[in-house]
């Protein structure tokens, strides 16, 4: 992979969180106007979005490595705890996804419903925050 090339994928990472949260969002929305085929294609749009994010995400810091932040002060106690909330969350967003995602289509809305009251917020905070934190590290406050 080229340098430009690998450059780009922190916007794309970007980019492909800020479209999940908003899937995300749309797909609630539907669901709570009972609109379930729209709910179902933006739900499983979100989990394709942020599967793609995760092998962009894992390819860059694969040929780049971390990136140290350039904030300090209060700036860089608020991204580091931004961030590691973050990185926990994602963690745990990743089987919450996959059962969540696995109940809805098998049609045991029961229990999809139980443990999607968790997952979305869960899911929406660190596709939020991921985009917060790309802003943070290349944008507002990048390393000299």
């Known amino acids: 992979m080229s340098p430009l090339s690998v450059s780009a994928l922190p916007t794309l990472n970007a980019a492909l969180n800020g479209t999940c949260a908003l899937l995300l969002t749309v797909g609630y929305l539907f669901i709570r106007r009972r ?10 749009s979100a989990f394709v979005t942020s599967t ?11 040929h780049v490595g971390s990136r140290p932040f350039g904030g300090q002060g209060a700036i860089r106690t608020l991204y580091f ?6 990185t926990i969350l994602a963690v745990a967003i ?16 029961d229990r999809h419903v139980a443990i999607a009251r968790w997952t979305l917020p869960v899911w929406l905070y660190v596709s939020v925050t991921g985009v917060i934190v790309y802003l943070m590290l290349y944008q507002l406050y990048p390393s000299s």
């Not at 609109?35 to 499983?44: E, F, G, L, Q, S």
């Not at 793609?52 to 694969?62: A, K, N, P, R, V």
């Not at 705890?81 to 973050?86: A, C, D, F, G």
């Open 52 to 62: 793609l994010f995760l092998i962009s995400y894992l390819t860059y810091h694969y």
């Open 81 to 86: 705890t931004i961030l590691i909330s973050h």
């Open 35 to 44: 609109k379930v085929a729209a709910h179902r294609a933006c739900m499983i």
């Open 94 to 109: 990743i089987p919450l996804a996959l059962i969540t995602l696995y109940r809805g289509l098998k049609g045991r809305f």
